[in-house]
């Protein structure tokens, strides 16, 4: 399955210079008129796609400069970012920012949020103010701009699941802070196209991991794999047999994509692969493909983790004719492959392959 092509759009990603948003931006980079809110805490400059090795990219236009607070090139080095996007260093909290990064867009994919669940339940206010109260910004201002939304919600909606794999009808009963930002922000994002007719949708990402996916909140794949290199104990919660459904970000990526042109709005899609792996699994794969000597050890299970988490995919596959095309094992050999790239040479050189891979989709 090929993602349908979105061209000669003005797109706004907010975290667009995040995890999943960078790559988001990537693949829209060369056809269309890209925008990027973020506010750096967690997101990079060097993720931003490369400018492409010929000056000029047809079937776009740039972001004029009295349009935006900040050129890419005013706020960063030129080379290192696509003449389609314009990067604008702000907060999707500061309604003015917002503001201007939204004027005349046709799409928002709203992808920035304070990921981290343990983050929430130590400061629920804080991460209820970037997950809901700015998201709701968000959602006024694709209103304002009569724009499709596709949002980043999660699985973290259902809690401990009552059924297995996890349908869009199953019971939603969040067991953390972030799990219920998410779930309310899903029901506004499903109640705005129905109450003000906008096309909206909801993605409701399972384990997401690949390049990019860095630092101290980041997933277990990330966590393991820096282990393993480091030939240092990989360090299982619990038993490991707990497990999870973990998505590649290109496929990520993908259902966004399709999110962006469906007929089917007003809805919430699984984004998984419907494959579930145990944790105990998962640090072997990781140890087998770095080649490491690591051993794994057990510590005490993580309070209120949940068991088991799969994807029911079918209405993905049915209504959003989405489905997940990256093995878990070749997920995690390229994600070897490409960390072992920016560790031996510059990180341009792998965001350019990298940017190579999506423009050629
Ligand atoms: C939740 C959400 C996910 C996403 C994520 C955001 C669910 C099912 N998933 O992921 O959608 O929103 O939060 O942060 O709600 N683990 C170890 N050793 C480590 C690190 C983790 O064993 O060093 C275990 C951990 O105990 C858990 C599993 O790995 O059982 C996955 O942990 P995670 O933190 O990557 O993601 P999870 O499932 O909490």
Known sequence: MTSPAIRDSTVLVTGGAGFIGSHLVGALAPHNEVRVLDNFSTGSREYLPPAPASASVSGSTSASASESP????????STTVHDNVTVIDGDIGDPMALQRAARGVDLIFHQAALVSVSRSVDAPRRSNETNLDASLLVLEQARQEDARVVVAS?????????ELPISETASTDPNSPYGIQKLALDQYTRRYAELYDLPTVSLR?????GPRQQGPYSGVI???LDQARADNPITIDGNGEQTRDFIHVSDIVRAN???????????????GTGERTSIRDLAELVRDAVGSTAPIVHREPRP?????????????????????????????RSLVQET????TSSQQAA????HEQYSQE
Request: glycine share 6%; net charge negative.
């Open 351 to 354: 965001m350019a392959a990298q």
């Open 340 to 343: 072992d790239r920016s560790t």
């Open 154 to 162: 999660s699985a973290a909606v259902y809690g401990h699941p009552d």
């Open 257 to 271: 994509l399709q999110a962006a042109t469906t007929d089917a709005v007003g809805t919430a899609y699984n984004i």
């Open 222 to 224: 990330s966590t393991f």
């Open 304 to 332: 209120g983790d949940i068991r088991h988490s799969g994807a029911d995919i079918s209405k993905a596959r049915r209504e959003l004719e989405f489905e997940a095309q990256v093995s878990l094992e070749s997920g995690i």
């Open 70 to 77: 900040a050129t890419s090139s005013e706020t960063a080095d």
């Open 205 to 209: 990402y399972f384990n997401a991991y």
